[in-house]
């Protein structure tokens, strides 16, 4: 079974198989960059609410505009190969927009899974969740681990080595 799928009608196609069987689909949009434990425990989390994990990652150039360089650190490539490495994960999925607001149009994930950084109403997917009756859960642990400070504090901590 081919996880990666760059085609989001190609893979809607095989979500609304799923769905028709009474499978229960979970989507968990991000960038997921270099992982951290935060996001280990959010995915093991999103894994257990469902039948099929679906992994939206950010496109380069969208992760880049939301984050600023040098985000991403990998490629969407890069990134979607450690996804698909996980046997929790079923599929990984690429959108270009700031949200994953269309990818859940498409879709139709019974449940969307954010971090504890979003509330139910701020995710930014809460509507196209709610058009296609679907839940968001704020999953994972509280934020104990954030890729932007842990890197920025690295970054901060060597510039410091160096003086």
Do not use: C, W
């Not at 992994?55 to 969407?76: C, N, V, Y």
């Not at 968001?136 to 934020?143: E, L, M, Y």
């Not at 681990?145 to 890197?151: C, K, P, V």
């Amino acid at each position: 079974m081919e996880k990666i799928h760059k085609n989001i009608d190609e893979l809607a196609l095989v979500i609304s198989g799923l769905r028709q069987s009474g499978k229960k689909v979970v989507l968990v949009p991000g960038v997921f960059d270099l992982l951290h434990p935060g996001h280990i425990r959010l995915l093991k989390d999103a894994a257990h609410r469902g039948d099929y994990l679906i992994i939206a990652l950010q496109a380069d150039e969208a992760a880049r505009r939301a984050r600023g360089a040098p985000r991403p650190i990998l490629t969407f490539e890069d990134r979607a190969e450690v996804m698909s490495a996980f046997s929790f994960i079923h599929y990984v999925t690429i959108f270009s927009e700031t949200d994953a607001s269309a990818i859940v149009r498409k879709i139709k994930p019974d449940i969307v899974v954010r971090g504890h950084d979003f509330t139910e109403q701020s995710a930014p997917e809460a509507a196209a969740v709610a058009e296609v009756g679907g839940k968001i859960i704020i999953g994972g642990d509280s934020k104990l681990y954030s890729f932007s400070e842990l890197f920025g504090s690295r970054r901060r901590g060597a510039a410091k080595a160096a003086e």
